[in-house]
């Protein structure tokens, strides 16, 4: 069964701190992508990899960045995260052609106090 | 930018009625997804219509693609309890291998 796992579920850190959200995928797919989930906001896109050492910035970039030194790792790091930056972070995954669909974590339930 | 609207943002009904919801594009897609996330869980793909004027079914859901390739639909006919969640169109982005996301429609079914 194909799978897109982020490290946690749950996680809970204090403003000021760098948060680094991990996902592996086992599909073998080119396309990486971080997505942050709000109430009546929908799916922004933050981040994007289309290959590995490659990223784009997405509709909403400022105050993340990525790494991607493997094919099949995305992380996303908040350098300093700030209170507004509580939300559901989802992470996906797709071939290169763009026609592909999308294939989701479970999501990081992020808190910042 | 490219933008994909939904209507309606959330539908509460009876166990049994009917359910559309209705996806539009700022532009032509060259495909257009749909995903459907429970509460509590993530998107998980539906389905992708590619034809102008393609219709898809999977069992009560019933999928259109506009004639124009700018609007689609989903229709679930009887509901049960089981289609409770958000359902999202998405279309790609052109030239990029990214996919912008309508807001979703939120579907309640009562007993």
């Known amino acids: 069964d194909v799978k897109v796992t982020q490290s946690s579920r749950y996680l809970v850190k204090r403003t000021g701190e760098k948060v680094f959200l991990e996902c592996v995928q086992d599909?073998?797919?080119?396309?990486m992508f971080w997505y942050r989930q709000d109430p009546g906001l929908g799916l922004r896109l933050i981040y994007f990899s289309y290959d590995v050492k490659m990223k784009e910035k997405g509709d909403i970039p400022e105050g993340y960045s990525v790494s991607r030194e493997k094919k099949e790792r995305f992380s996303l790091i908040l350098e300093s995260a700030s209170t507004n930056q509580t939300s559901m972070y989802l992470c996906?995954?797709?071939?290169?052609?763009?026609?592909?669909?999308?294939?989701f974590g479970s999501g990081t339930q992020l808190s910042v106090l | 930018g490219q933008q994909v609207m939904q209507i309606p943002q959330y539908q509460h009904v009876q166990e049994g009625e009917d359910f559309t919801t209705y996806c539009n594009s700022s532009?032509?897609?060259?495909?257009i997804q749909w995903y459907k996330q429970r509460p509590g869980g993530h998107p998980v793909f539906l389905i992708q219509l590619v034809k102008s004027g393609e219709v898809k079914k999977q069992k009560r859901l019933t999928f259109q693609f506009g004639e124009a390739k700018k609007n689609s639909s989903l229709h679930i006919t009887a509901t049960q309890t089981t289609d409770v969640g958000t359902y999202f169109c998405?279309?790609?982005?052109?030239?990029?291998?990214?996919?912008?996301f309508g807001k979703g429609t939120m579907l309640l079914v009562s007993p």
């Open positions: 532009t032509t897609l060259s495909n």
């Open positions: 998405a279309g790609p982005e052109k030239g990029y291998s990214t996919l912008t």
């Open positions: 599909m073998d797919h080119e396309n």
């Open positions: 996906a995954s797709s071939l290169l052609d763009g026609s592909g669909s999308l294939f």
